[in-house]
């Protein structure tokens, strides 16, 4: 789990201006690291819960593919990554609920150097869990 690292995410990010900021990436396929990405804005943890049952009841996941949801509590143009997991379809509400009455958003923090290290040497950085996945599996048949 990482903050986007793309100039085009970042964009995207920058772009939505609202207490918070919700991305979903939904694989397109297992094997490929391309994502639909969702991006929209929220005003409450709460109602970031909402807008990601919202964004995946209009947009359905790939069965067996992980889900990437990140929020990102925003302060004028200053971004903090607030949640970041990647989990299957069925978990999404559960962990949204939780996050929704969370009483203090702890910062994200970003990766250590070894985990950083491990991504490059996979073909990153990467902007998702999936595509990180996907370089790996790739990995592990070539060798």
């Not at 990436?25 to 994502?35: C, F, G, I, N, V």
């Not at 559960?94 to 958003?105: D, I, S, Y």
């Not at 490059?120 to 990995?139: E, I, K, Y």
Request: proline fraction near 7%; glycine fraction near 4%.
């Amino acid at each position: 789990m990482a903050d986007v690292v793309s100039d085009e995410a970042r964009r995207q990010i920058a772009s939505v201006r609202s207490p918070f900021v919700v991305r979903l990436d939904l694989p397109y396929a297992l094997d490929k690291p391309e994502t639909e990405v969702l991006v929209e804005g929220a005003q409450t943890p709460g109602h970031c819960s909402v807008m990601v049952a919202l964004l995946l009841a209009e947009h359905t996941p790939i069965p067996d593919a992980n889900i990437q949801v990140r929020v990102w509590a925003c302060d004028g143009d200053s971004r903090q990554l607030v949640f970041d997991e990647t989990m299957q379809a069925h978990s999404v509400n559960p962990l949204m609920a939780e996050f929704a009455v969370r009483e203090v958003l702890e910062r994200v923090p970003p990766l250590d150097e070894a985990a950083e290290e491990a991504r490059r040497a996979l073909g990153g950085p990467f902007d998702t869990d999936h595509a990180l996945a996907v370089a790996s599996l790739n990995a592990n048949r070539t060798t």
